[in-house]
């Protein structure tokens, strides 16, 4: 599972990189630093309320699942789910928060989709590493954290902007909920 794992990690790393040559070339710095900016909160607040939590999960839940201890597997997955939704709807609350005082609302709106998505995947993809390895949540991850960089490259040249930027993430979260699902 290691190997999926690194490439998993390693993927948005570079697709982050070649979105942000991308937006510095066609929005410049101002858009750029907005983007950065919004995205630095959305990754913030779902590495506190979320991420930290995905490896408890698995490590948990996998223990359950070695002993035969369904009973356990079903009380902690619902706590995952309880622990998903809670951290994904903080995020939201204070993505919109923030995103009501700017100029730019449908940006932080779009992120706000893509930070519950965010939730919702490490959430299902904690019970479904936990139940079948990484390799089954890992592939799934490598693709739409493949697929977003490139709808958004393709949302700037378009002209969507910084919001644009978004909605492909958005989309792309909500597709990789759907399939891990």
């Known amino acids: 599972g290691g190997i999926w794992l690194a490439a998993a990690t390693l993927t948005p790393l570079l697709a982050g990189a070649m979105v942000s040559v991308v937006l510095g070339r066609f929005l410049g710095p101002d858009e750029l630093g907005q983007q950065s900016y919004i995205a630095f909160v959305q990754a913030l607040l779902s590495a506190l309320l979320v991420g930290s939590l995905f490896s408890l999960w698995v490590r948990q839940i996998s223990e359950a699942r070695a002993v035969g201890d369904m009973a356990m597997v079903e009380v902690l997955s619902r706590q995952a789910n309880v622990g998903g939704l809670v951290g994904g709807g903080i995020s939201v609350v204070v993505l919109l928060t923030i995103g009501l005082r700017s ?52 949302a700037v040249l378009a002209g969507c902007g910084v919001a644009g930027v978004f909605v492909a993430y958005a989309f792309s979260a909500t597709c990789l909920v759907l399939v891990i699902r």
């Open 103 to 154: 100029d730019d609302i449908v940006s932080w709106v779009a992120c706000a989709i893509w930070a519950l998505a965010n939730a919702a995947a490490l959430n299902y993809g904690a019970r479904t590493v936990a139940a079948f390895g990484w390799a089954a949540v890992s592939r799934h991850n490598i693709i739409w954290q493949s697929v977003a960089p490139v709808l958004a490259v393709l």
